[in-house]
């Protein structure tokens, strides 16, 4: 029989789901008997036979989902009565908690947590700090097993005085950025993808490119993303039109061809959990330039598959963008080394799945154990 799993997070879905996440729970439901608690894109419906979401709000929706989450959590406990839950970070980990589950709580660790009141939108965030710090690390030390995905968040955990229960990564659906890489444009250009928030450092690429531009006439900068820090692109292109374009939203499907357009992609962030588009820059056999933080480190190897710099150091990100964009042959010999730096991050949907039944039968079983221990004491 299928253990059944409550997954519960504050992720966004559109139901139907678009294919590389159907992929996922698919594969997920092969191996367990499925519900998901989380959160609706504008114009999703809020029910399937796997997904109840939280409607979006265009008023204070952040703080509706996380004040009416444990009673969410409480009505699933008593409707799908699960052997398990796994919750997607510390803090719906402290929803569920508050909810009294019966059963094994599994949280998993993607990233910093911390960065979600200090270095994401709104500075209002940022006085809920210490508060949040001691919810996270109270949730950490009450779950069942925490579940890592790099051994950058293994080392986070560990710093909260709690050990790992598993690491593994998630599964990306990578299909579109598996074909033989393209060779590098003749123009040069340097890519940037990912929310524009203060946790990416969009100021300090702002500034590094002012830097870096004059020295790069024929090189460009292209920006892909939308967040609190919008203003940074727009001021950015204005000033530098003929070397910077700005694109809000982008299909994820064109992502492999804006990197195949692309000679490097550039993170300059402040805090990192894996990144995905990193994992995905290499399998593109585009090389990377990057701060040494979080989970970047992981994946990036400092002059084999990219260039790695201090974080909030714009000139030392300046000098390296320099560094790539000028010099054809440096960038060609990073580029060759990148998308077999990635294989070890490669998995399928099926073998994460499976990896999620074993932790969760395991951590079932040493439930089971502590019960029986108890009993005969």
């Known amino acids: 029989m299928k253990p059944r799993l409550l997954i519960v997070g504050r992720s966004r879905y559109r ?41 979006p709000r265009r008023a204070l929706d952040g703080p509706r989902f996380w004040v009416s989450l444990p009673l969410r959590v409480r009505r699933e406990l008593a409707a799908f009565r699960p052997d398990a839950v796994l919750v997607q970070s510390p803090y719906e980990a402290a929803a569920v908690v508050l909810a009294q589950p019966r059963c094994p709580v599994v949280v998993e660790i993607h990233g910093d947590w911390r960065t979600a009141t200090r270095l994401y939108g709104s500075r209002a965030r940022r006085p809920a700090a210490p508060l949040a710090d001691r919810i996270a690390r109270a949730a950490l030390r009450r779950v069942d097993a925490v579940r890592t995905i790099s051994s950058y968040t293994s080392s986070l955990v560990r710093a909260a005085g709690v050990e790992p229960a598993a690491e593994f990564p998630a599964f990306i659906d990578l299909d579109p950025f598996l074909a033989p890489p ?45 967040g609190s820090r919008a203003h940074v692109a727009e001021r950015l292109v204005a000033e530098l039109p003929r070397q910077t374009a700005w694109i809000p939203e982008l299909p994820n499907a064109a992502v492999p061809a804006e990197l195949d357009a692309a000679t490097i992609l550039v993170l300059p962030s402040r805090s990192e959990g894996l990144g995905r588009v990193v994992v995905e820059a290499l399998c593109r056999g585009r090389p990377v330039v990057a701060t040494r933080v979080g989970g970047i480190v992981d994946l990036v190897r400092d002059g084999e598959n990219g260039l790695l710099v201090e974080p ?16 054809r042959a440096l960038a060609g010999r990073l580029a060759a080394a990148a998308r077999p730096s990635v294989q070890p991050w490669l998995a399928t949907p099926e073998e994460y799945a499976r990896r999620v039944r074993e932790l969760v039968e395991r951590v079932l079983a040493g439930r089971r154990q502590s019960a029986c221990a108890e009993a005969a004491g």
């Open 15 to 55: 139901l139907p789901l678009e294919p590389n996440l159907e992929r996922k729970f698919a594969a997920l439901r092969a191996e367990l008997e499925l519900r998901v608690l989380a959160s609706a894109r504008d114009g999703s419906p809020l029910r399937d036979d796997t997904f109840s979401l939280a409607p």
């Open 182 to 226: 393209a060779p590098l444009p003749e123009q040069p250009r340097a890519l940037f993808v990912g929310v524009l928030e203060r946790y990416k450092d969009v100021d300090g690429l702002a500034a590094a490119w002012r830097l870096a531009a004059p020295r790069l006439p024929r090189a460009t900068l292209r920006l892909v993303g939308r």
């Open 312 to 327: 909030r150091n714009p000139r030392a990100l300046a000098e390296a963008l320099v560094r790539c964009l000028s010099d």
